[in-house]
Every structure is written in structure tokens, then in C-alpha cells.
């Protein structure tokens, strides 16, 4: 079944103790990213990756590292994780614009990451 | 830039209404326009895409027609569905594969 997932789906944690939020996806996409959503806000782009080792910043990416050593992941590393980064974080991936006439691209979303920063 | 904007606030209404949610946009160039919904504890799922002026976007019901004149969106469906109620968002795609999403409506239909 292709499919994005993430892991864990839910995690509290204390301020300052570093984090990873894995994301994985079996379509071979070149394309990932890592959205938040707040409430009253939508969903907010943090990073994404064009293909493995290119990786840029979104509209919100302080506060969150991202890498991409293999094309199947793309973890989102809190380094030092802070109340307002507590938030429902989705991951997602689709073709990249090379991999298809269409122009438009269907981004497939895993099921989220409730993360609470106590 | 490139933005959406979505109508204020939740939408409720009963089984069988008319369900219309507002959407403009503004952007630089010719982006392509999508709805995405969000059913309870999920990720969000494509609902519906238009490519360019004029498109009609259709699946489950919902139709949405890509305006240029009027930067619309709107997303529209005759007779809705308690299994229809969900969070739906208006976003439009930019460089480098980017979308910017609405804020989103939460629609509740009740039987």
C-alpha cells in the first residue's frame, strides 16, 4: 500500500530534550516536506526537499533541523524543543516537477504527530 | 506572494444542505488550485484540483471552478452528508512543488 508514515503519533515531552519525528514513504517521490498546524493558523510549511541531500527552509523552520540522506526519509530533529513548538505536525510527499507532464502535484500526507512540549 | 484565504469560522448545517465554502487566492504567475479535507485523527487527503481558468474540479459530490477573474475557489456540493463533515482547506501550489494553505473550515453536519 504506498503510503507516508510517521512515527511516533503522539509524544509529550519537557522543554530542551532533543527530538526526532521520523516520516517514511514507500512511492519513491523526490519531493517531502514537514508542515504544523495550529488551530485559526492551517497548516505551515517548516522544510522540505527537492531530492536527497538538497533540503530548504519553509515559511516557519526555526526551531527544527531537517536531513535527507536516503530518498524514503525525512526526520524532522527538534533540538531543543520549546513549549511553542507543541503543535499536530504532518509530513508529506509527492513527484517532483521533472516526473510528470501534469503541472501540479498531488502531495500525500501521513497521518500526523500530535507533539506536546511541556 | 502567494496566499489563500479562506471564509471565517466553522460551518454547521443539517443533512441534505447545500454546502458552499469560499476560497480566494493571490498569487504571482499561474498556480494550480486544490481542496484538501481532513477527516477526524487523519492526514489530509486531495478532494478536488484545478489546473487553470476555467477548470472544473469534481470528486464525491464537491465541485470547485478555478476563476481567474475573481480569484476564486469556492468549493460546493448539493446535499451533504453527516460523513461529510471534516476540516476542508484551500491551497495553492508554487515554486518548488510549495503549497500555501487557507486557514480551513471545520464543517459539522448534523442528522
Known amino acids: 500500500e504506498a503510503q507516508v508514515t510517521q512515527n511516533p503519533r503522539y509524544l509529550i515531552t519537557v522543554t530542551g530534550k532533543k527530538l526526532t519525528v521520523t516520516c517514511s514513504q514507500n512511492m519513491n517521490h523526490e519531493y517531502m516536506s514537514w508542515y504544523r498546524q495550529d488551530p485559526g493558523l492551517g497548516l505551515r510549511q517548516i522544510y522540505y526537499?527537492?531530492?536527497?541531500?538538497?533540503?530548504d527552509k519553509g515559511d516557519v523552520p526555526e526551531g527544527y533541523k531537517v536531513s535527507r540522506k536516503e530518498k524514503r526519509n525525512f526526520p524532522l530533529i527538534l533540538e531543543s524543543p520549546s513549549p511553542n513548538q507543541t503543535s499536530l505536525y504532518f509530513c508529506?510527499?509527492?513527484?517532483?516537477?521533472?516526473?510528470?507532464?501534469?503541472?501540479?502535484?498531488?502531495?500525500?500526507f501521513g497521518p500526523g504527530t500530535r507533539l506536546t512540549v511541556l | 506572494g502567494n496566499s489563500v484565504t479562506q471564509m471565517e469560522g466553522p460551518v454547521t448545517l443539517s443533512e441534505e444542505a447545500f454546502l458552499t465554502i469560499n476560497c480566494t487566492y493571490t498569487?504571482?504567475?499561474?498556480?494550480?488550485l486544490f481542496w484538501y479535507v481532513q477527516y477526524p485523527g487523519e492526514g489530509l487527503q486531495l478532494l478536488l484540483k484545478?489546473?487553470?481558468?476555467?477548470d472544473k474540479g469534481s470528486n464525491k459530490g464537491f465541485e470547485a471552478t478555478y476563476r481567474k477573474e475573481t480569484t476564486s475557489f469556492h468549493l460546493e456540493k448539493g446535499s451533504v452528508q453527516v460523513s461529510d463533515s471534516a476540516v476542508y482547506f484551500c491551497a495553492l501550489s508554487y515554486g518548488n512543488n510549495r503549497l500555501a494553505f487557507g486557514k480551513g473550515n471545520q464543517v459539522v453536519v448534523i442528522p
Open positions: 508529506a510527499s509527492s513527484l517532483s516537477f521533472s516526473d510528470t507532464f501534469y503541472p501540479y502535484n498531488e502531495q500525500f
Open positions: 526537499s527537492m531530492n536527497v541531500e538538497v533540503t
Open positions: 498569487a504571482t504567475g499561474y498556480p494550480s
Open positions: 484545478a489546473t487553470k481558468a476555467d
